[in-house]
């Protein structure tokens, strides 16, 4: 007969798991959680650099997956969740040593995350448990018992389907982490291209001048690129031509910056370039 857990009343609920198991689980659990929660605040980071309505909910989405499965990991008549399932453990009710109800699954998990407030309190509680039980445990009546000597061994098909949903939460956190990197680079990429398109017009503009010995009304009669006629904010390049006889073919391009603003700094800057001569015709008119 195998060993079990003694619960109130001295009803068996199976027997308690290897500690190395119980860590494992635990970590696996853990990094799953805060990862897919981690993953949700990157990608809605990525949605306020990108304003796409996709990021938006991909984050959302991880953050609701990440608060369903710390709720609920271990519920039900599976009593397992990703990290349990992984190392052969069982989530069960520490008296009758029957599955556990999503609620006390929830009120387990959250004295576990308040207990998050104090880290080094609940390992201690779990190695100076004969039965390895926790002090989220102890309140919610739960208890972590070995899955195949309790005769309750999950079914394979059963475990790879739950670890790839991990992997699946993992490569998705991943994604949003990296794009928070690269989108974090975006103000700053930015500028550099708002900066270089000012050049990009300057030239064009003053090649017009050069051929016809007078400035472009507007931007509208310069050859650019349609990328090319709005800053990365998406407004219009600002244009000041000089008026006849006060100041030759000299103009003026101009972007307010991610505030559409005059002033400011960083990415607000005000950014312009100023082109053409002064007193005379450009070079080339005939």
């Not at 938006?56 to 009593?79: K, S, V």
């Not at 009546?141 to 394979?156: C, F, I, K």
């Not at 307010?256 to 002064?278: F, N, S, V």
């Amino acid at each position: 007969m195998v060993e079990s857990i003694q619960g109130r009343g001295g009803d068996r609920a199976g027997p308690p798991p290897a500690l190395a198991r119980r860590c494992g689980a635990w970590v696996v659990d853990a990094v799953l959680t805060a990862g897919a929660a981690l993953g949700g605040l990157a990608w809605l980071a990525v949605a306020e650099f990108t304003r796409h309505p996709a990021a938006r909910l991909l984050g959302a989405a991880y953050l609701a997956w990440a608060a369903w499965y710390l709720l609920t990991r271990d519920a039900g008549p599976g009593g397992a969740g990703i990290g349990k399932a992984g190392f052969d453990l069982l989530l069960v009710d520490a008296v009758t040593g029957a599955p556990c109800s999503r609620r006390r699954t929830a009120a387990r998990a959250l004295v576990g995350a308040v207990l998050w407030l104090i880290p080094i309190a609940e390992p201690l509680a779990v190695l100076g448990s004969r039965r390895r039980r926790g002090i989220a445990d102890l309140v919610a009546g739960t208890a972590v018992v070995q899955a195949t000597a309790a005769g309750g061994a999950l079914r394979p098909r059963r475990v790879r389907w739950r670890i790839g949903i991990g992997l699946a939460v993992g490569v998705g956190a991943l994604a949003g982490l990296t794009g928070v990197t690269i989108t974090s680079r975006l103000p700053e990429a930015r500028v550099d291209t708002a900066r270089s398109n000012l050049v990009t017009i300057r030239d064009g503009v003053a090649f017009m001048a050069s051929r016809s010995g007078r400035l472009p009304a507007s931007l509208d009669e310069v050859p650019l690129h349609p990328s090319q006629r709005r800053d990365p904010w998406g407004r219009p390049y600002l244009y000041e031509p000089s008026r006849a006889g006060t100041d030759g073919l000299r103009f003026t391009l101009r972007t307010l910056g991610a505030d559409g603003a005059p002033g400011g700094e960083g990415q607000d800057a005000d950014l312009e370039e100023i082109g053409g001569q002064t007193g005379s015709p450009a070079p080339g008119r005939r």
